[in-house]
C-alpha cells in the first residue's frame, strides 16, 4: 500500500477554488502537485457541503457525522478557527492571481483551407473577431497559382473593403456562401468540429489557459495535416496526399 500524502488546508482550498475557476482537473493535479483525482474530488464534496472543518483534519482522521473536530480546550479551537480564516483570506488572494492567470476569455479560429487535399494551410487564433483578425490570417497564405478562389461566408470581416481588397491584391478570387445556408461551408465547419470533439470535448477542456488553447490547435493542426488519414484521400493524411498527387 502506498504512503499517504497529507496537504495542508490550504493547498486542499487552492485546489476547490482552481476547479470552480474551471482549471481542468489534469492542471489542478500538476500545478499542486497532487497525486490523484479522488483526492480533489473529495474535496470538492466537502466545499459544496460546507464541511469546511474537514479540510483541517489529519490523514485517516475521521470526524462524527455533523461535528467537526475535538479540541482539548476552547483556546486550542480557536486558534485553529483562527488559522483556517487566514489560510481563507490567503486563498482568496491567491485565486484572484489565479483568475487573472488563467483568464476567462473567448478565443476564435480564423482558419484557411485548400479544399484539394483539406490541408489547414494559414490559421489565427484570437479573443476578437474583427478585421484585422481575419487580415492577419490571409497573410500567413503562401505563395499561390493563379486563378485561385477563395471562399467564405458573408460575415462582415470578410466583406469589408479592406479585406476585399487585400484579397485582390494576392491575385485570388473571392467566393462567397448564400445567406442561410450554412451547407456552402461544409467543409470548413467539419473540421472545427473534428478539433473540438477530438481534443476539447474529449479532454473537458471546456476552460482553461489561453497558453494550453493555442498549443493544442497547434498540435491538433499538425496532426490533421500530416497524421489523421482521410478516406476520401485514399486514406492519407493531407499533406501526404499532396506530395503522392504532384
Request: hydrophobic share 30%; net charge positive; aromatic share 10%.
Amino acid at each position: 500500500m502506498g504512503t499517504r500524502v497529507s496537504y495542508p488546508a490550504e493547498v486542499k482550498m487552492k485546489a476547490v477554488k482552481m476547479r470552480l475557476a474551471g482549471v481542468p482537473v489534469k492542471e489542478v493535479l500538476k500545478e499542486l502537485n497532487i497525486r490523484n483525482k479522488t483526492q480533489l474530488k473529495t474535496w470538492m464534496k466537502w466545499y459544496k457541503a460546507g464541511e469546511f472543518h474537514r479540510f483541517e483534519q489529519p490523514v485517516g482522521k475521521q470526524y462524527s457525522f455533523g461535528k467537526g473536530a475535538e479540541y482539548e480546550s476552547e483556546t486550542e479551537k480557536l486558534k485553529a478557527e483562527n488559522r483556517y480564516l487566514k489560510q481563507q483570506i490567503e486563498v482568496l488572494k491567491k485565486y484572484k492571481e489565479l483568475e487573472r492567470k488563467w483568464s476567462q476569455k473567448q478565443l476564435y479560429l480564423s482558419s484557411i483551407q485548400d479544399l484539394f487535399n483539406g490541408e489547414i494551410i494559414a490559421y489565427s487564433l484570437g479573443s476578437c473577431q474583427n478585421t484585422d483578425f481575419v487580415l492577419h490570417t490571409l497573410a500567413q497564405l503562401p505563395p499561390l497559382p493563379e486563378g485561385c478562389i477563395l471562399h467564405s461566408d458573408q460575415g462582415s470581416v470578410y466583406t469589408s473593403y479592406a479585406y476585399q481588397q487585400a484579397v485582390k491584391e494576392k491575385g485570388i478570387t473571392m467566393s462567397m456562401s448564400r445567406k442561410g445556408t450554412p451547407s456552402d461551408n461544409a467543409s470548413i465547419e467539419s473540421f472545427h468540429s473534428s478539433l473540438k470533439s477530438e481534443t476539447f470535448y474529449l479532454d473537458e477542456l471546456t476552460s482553461t489557459t489561453t497558453a494550453t488553447v493555442e498549443q493544442t490547435v497547434e498540435s491538433y493542426i499538425h496532426y490533421y495535416n500530416h497524421t489523421r488519414i482521410q478516406a476520401k484521400l485514399n486514406n492519407q493524411p493531407p499533406v501526404k496526399y499532396r506530395q503522392l498527387a504532384a
